[in-house]
């Protein structure tokens, strides 16, 4: 897994009037495990993305 990879990256955002930097700590779920209700169905973010 890439999780303790990710750990202290930073991420810059520049999508908003103002540049942001972000540093990640940790990455508590997997696109796989987290869901959300979409048309009325249940997704995976991992499955909305491969769609």
Do not use: W
Not at 10 to 35: E, F, G, P, W
């Amino acid at each position: 897994l890439l999780i303790p990879e990710l750990k202290g990256v930073c991420i810059h955002t520049t999508h908003r009037n103002q540049d942001r930097i972000y540093r990640i700590k940790s990455i508590l779920s997997t696109a796989v495990s987290m869901k959300f209700e979409r048309d009325g169905k249940e997704v995976s973010i991992a499955e909305y993305f491969r769609d």
